[in-house]
Structure formats: structure tokens, C-alpha cells
């Protein structure tokens, strides 16, 4: 059975537990439980037993052990109990597969997080490479990468204002079409065109509230993302960006971007109804340059209009072109995405990020994983070295990061820009560092919290969530606010 199972005796920490083993198995089954009894049908088992002092990790298979251990903890110390025994059963895994992880133990989705507030507490490059290396058994090159893009981070926020200032992220959430790997709150435009009006009087509706909670706060990034942005009319865009303009003050924005994202929603139309409101950072997203994976994924546009619509823009006078890509697609080899990033050198962006694919419970992949593996799903430490030298011969250097569960090859996300040319607003919704109010279906605004009693050392997160649902969004939208108030009239005094 391609399941494995593991039991612990004590309801701790099973997302860990969960997040680590899944690593080392990508194309298997994890089935984490406490307190319940193996089933007969699993091969491979492992138990983890906790006691006030101590955890026991055994790995069994086909009833035979491979492998056990044990560590002293300390529940007072959940941070270092986290990683005793994370080490432990990283070490077992580590040595039944053969295998070592890039990012060791690490299962969160921003290391860069860590590295910068070891910066903060003033400590060496040299030190925190050290610690990560030591504490979560990252290897050498993704510790010195953590650290490098953290002093970048650093230094591209250091006019962010944080205490008073704020972002904005507004979703358009339809689609020419819904590719395979999406998990987002993304909706086929034909089936919702007659919809998109309303949807954007219920938007309009949310600014309002938004723009007036936070009319005394710094507003210094925002992001237009979905979705596609630009499936919207020219005139449909025009509204949506005069009531951003006219509702939020402008003066202290360092950054607006726009997704443009799909090639087959771009017109020269809509190009230039972002010229006219004074937007020139934009991103087109061809995530591969290989026709028959593009046909693959469901992109329905070829690469001949991912360079038509690249070359418009460039044409009209957008100064600030990003470029997604997605390493680990169907069927794709490392010389496949060779020849995409020949094709991309030929463009010469501002910026491009490499995404390791993640395959996400909520995409179609994720629900014919079979059929598609069997095409090959290939990604590796060679791939990727290789995206990254052909970033940096085209002038473009690492400045944010981050992970995904259920990541191909254990792997991460990258983005690279010239050096004026960063993303402030990628970097902001990594670090969580600043508090970022979104307005949309699906969207979730993040606010930073100050230190409490059960976060004492650290700023944390509280979201406030959108309904994903387009129809529910447009019933809901008072109500939508209404989430909004409850919290900042709670939670949030400083207003």
C-alpha cells in the first residue's frame, strides 16, 4: 500500500512530524494518528513516544525495525523540544532512504525569516550560517543562500515603515483558464463574465471600509494579483484602479504592482490603461517555454504570445517586467527548462522568480498525480543550480524566498531581480513584517500582532479570511467587512 503510517502517543506536534516524514516520502501517503493502533495494510510504520522527559522514534517495515532512537526534551522549551526530536527522526529517515533533505529539518515555508531575525539580534553571517546548519541540518549552500537573501531583504526594507505603515492586496480572482498545479481562488472567466461588474461593486465596497479603518496609517505597497487581473476590461481595469487611487492616499507608496500574469488576457488596450494610471511594474507569467507543457498544464496560449505580449510591453514602456516559471512540470527534463531559460535570457526581465512546483491538495495534479507522474515530474539540485546560474549571467541576483509543502524535489522558490528591480511587496508577504490588508475572495488580510503572554519574544500573525467562493463573496460582503471590524475593534486598538 503506498501509505505511511505513523502513531504518537501524545497529541504533539503532528503537523511537524507530518510536514518532515512527507519529505522524505513525496510520493507517498502520510497518515499521521495519536493513539490509535496500525492497520495491517501498511508496509512502512512509525511510532513516535513522548514522555515528560524523553522521545522514542521506531521505524518498522514489514514488521522488521530500521531504525530507533531516543533524546532527552524539555517541555518548557517547545523550541528546542521541536527539534530534538525533529533531528531524531530526520537522522532515522535520513539514514533508511540514503537521502539528506537541502533544508534539513526545516518545514515552514520561510527560512529567510529566521536568518533575518538573527540579523536583527546582531548576529554574524558567519554565526547564523552556523546555527542553521547545526540546529536544523540545512546544508551548506542553502544556509549561505538563506543569509544572503536576508541581508538583501534588510536592505530594500530599509524604508519600509512597519509601525506605521501598511500594504494592500486587492484579488481579481478569474482566469482565461484554470491550470492544472492551481490551488488559488481562481475562476474560468466564461463561466463568471457576466458576474465581473458585480464582483467589483462588492470589491469597490471593501476598499471603501478599508481605506477609511486605515486612513491615518502609511499606505507603501500595493499588489493587484489573483487570478489574472488583467481578464478585466479595459474599462473594468480603469474603475478598479481610479478607485484605489481615489480612495487610498498615494503618498507614501514606494511600489504598485499588477499581474498581468497570463500572455492571452494581455492587450495593448489594457497595457495602456496601466501606463495611464502610472503603473509600470507588472508581471507575465509564461511559467515554461515549451509549447507542449504549456498545452499540458491547461495555459491555452503558446510561446509565441508569451514573447508577443512581453515585447508589447517593452514596446509601450513598461520599465519593470517580472517573470514567473515553475521548475517540476509534467514531463519536463533539465534540458526542457535549459531551453526556457535560453528564452527568457532572449527577453531579458527585470526579474524572475523559479518556482519549484507544489503539488496542492486543492489542484487538479494533485487528483491525477498518477497519470502525470508517469510522464516524469523532475527536479533536482542540478536544475535548479542551473536556473540559478543563468539568473545571475542575466544580471539578476537572489532578494526573496520561500517553500511550499509537497515541494518537488524538497526544494524552494526563488526570486531574482536586477538591483533597483526587487519586489518589495513578495519580500513584505514572506518576512511578515509589516501588516497587509487584503480586499477580494479568497484574500486574507495578515496583521502583525505585538508581543503577548503566549508570544512573548516575537511580533505574530492574526488573519482575517474572505470567502473563496466569487457568488458567496457578492451575498457576503457585509459580512466580509463586518469579520474585518470585529477584529480591529478587538484586537487591534492602535487605529
Partial sequence: MNMIEVIINRPSFEYDIHSLVQAFFPRKSVN????????????????????????????????????????????????????????????????????????GTLTGIRPTKLAMQMLEQGRSNVEIAAHMRDTWLVSREKASLSVMIANRERYILRNIDYEDGYSLYVGVPFCPSICLYCSFSSYPLSKWKEQVDAYLDALF??????????????????????????????????????KIQSSFDMEHLQEFTVEAGRPDSITREKLQVLLDHGISRISINPQTMNDRTLEIIGRRHTVAQIREAYGLAREMGFSDINMDLIVGLPGETYEDVEHTMDEIAALAPDSVTVHSLAVKRAARLKLFRDQYEEMGMENSARIMDMTALRCAEMGLSPYYLYRQKNMAGNFENVGYAKVDKAGIYNILIMEEKQTILAAGAGAATKVVMPPTERYPDENHIERVENVKDVGQYIARIDEMIGRKEAFFTKSYQNL
Avoid at 530507533?68 to 521541536?82: A, H, L, Q, V
Avoid at 525533529?86 to 533533505?101: D, P, V
Avoid at 500595493?222 to 487570478?227: E, L, P, T, W
Fill in 32 to 103: 499521521v494518528r495519536v493513539k490509535e493502533e496500525f492497520t495491517e495494510e501498511t508496509a512502512i510504520r512509525m511510532s513516535v513516544f513522548f514522555t515528560d522527559e524523553s522521545v522514542a522514534v521506531e521505524l518498522t517495515e514489514d514488521g522488521v525495525q530500521k531504525g530507533s532512537g531516543s533524546r532527552p526534551i524539555d517541555w518548557n522549551d517547545r523550541k528546542e523540544t521541536k527539534n530534538q526530536f525533529k533531528r531524531l527522526i530526520y537522522e532515522i529517515l535520513s539514514a533508511y532512504t540514503g537521502r539528506t533533505l537541502p533544508w
Fill in 205 to 242: 465596497k471593501e476598499l471603501d471600509y478599508l481605506s477609511g479603518r486605515f486612513r491615518h496609517k502609511k499606505l507603501n505597497t500595493v499588489y493587484i494579483g489573483g487570478g489574472t487581473p488583467t481578464t478585466l476590461e479595459p474599462r473594468q481595469l480603469d474603475r478598479l484602479l481610479t
